[in-house]
């Protein structure tokens, strides 16, 4: 039996307007509409996959505010069977390394992890380092920027693809952390019956408290940056229009001259 962790994390949705608080400068998400990042979609569904070809329990941990429980239920209703939500107004503008010790501190309260599966990067950071620092806290063996993930017995073996290496096969022993790429798979949409399901599906939620962490170690004040100012971004401006009388062609070359773009 695989019990398998994926990572999930709810995100402002790219088609809405994002912006930064004014107060403290962090990313404002009640401005915006919240969903279920489409990378933990993949990795939800390539751990249900796993769980289908053979024996298995798919567990989805998520921190984030209470109005996570919605991108939470989303991972349900694709088939998960429970769910972690770490919760707690002290991690208001944790960095990534805050996040990452806390979300290492919930999976050890779980009861033998064989596999972590994540997404390569969150569409709303983009730091793309939360995977590994967790497996490096864990101890556990990293498989990144998967694109291809099978498990056989207590082996996990992975095809990594980046831009610069091109791809690279590698196996661990389980257990061990695979993040994902786009390119793992297509997630499923979720049944009714799936929908309806994860109403009744457990969901335990810690503080960090819970965690064993001092609220103090985590949060915007303890974070290694800041944003120290941000303004908004400035109107589209009109472009420059050239009448053609003759010359177009030469003062399309002399303004794209001028713009140094060529």
Known sequence: MTNIVVLVKQVPDTYSERKLTE????????????????????????????????????????????????AIRKALSMGADKAVHVSDEALHGSDLVATSRVIAAAIGKLD??????????????RGGAVPAVVAELLGLPQLTHAHHLAVEGSTVKVDRETADEGITHLEANLPALVSV??????????????????????????????????????????????????????????????????????????????????
């Open 181 to 262: 790429t786009e390119k793992i798979n297509e997630p499923r949409y979720p049944s009714f019956k799936g929908i309806m399901a994860a109403k009744k599906k457990p969901v335990e939620t810690y503080t960090v408290a819970d965690l064993g962490i001092d609220a103090g170690e985590v949060g915007l004040t303890n974070a290694w940056s800041a944003v120290q100012s941000a303004s908004p971004k400035p109107p589209r401006q009109a472009g420059e229009r050239v009448e053609d009388d003759g010359e177009g062609g030469t003062k399309i070359a002399e303004y794209l001259v001028g713009q140094k773009l060529v």
């Open 23 to 70: 107060t403290d400068h962090t990313l404002d998400r009640e401005s915006a509409d919240a969903v279920l990042d489409e990378i933990n979609e993949r990795a939800v569904e390539e751990a249900l996959k796993i769980k289908e070809a053979g024996e298995g329990e798919v567990t989805v941990l998520c921190v984030g505010p209470d109005r996570a429980t919605d």
């Open 112 to 125: 033998s992890v064989d596999l972590v599966i994540a997404g390569n990067e969150a569409s709303d950071g």
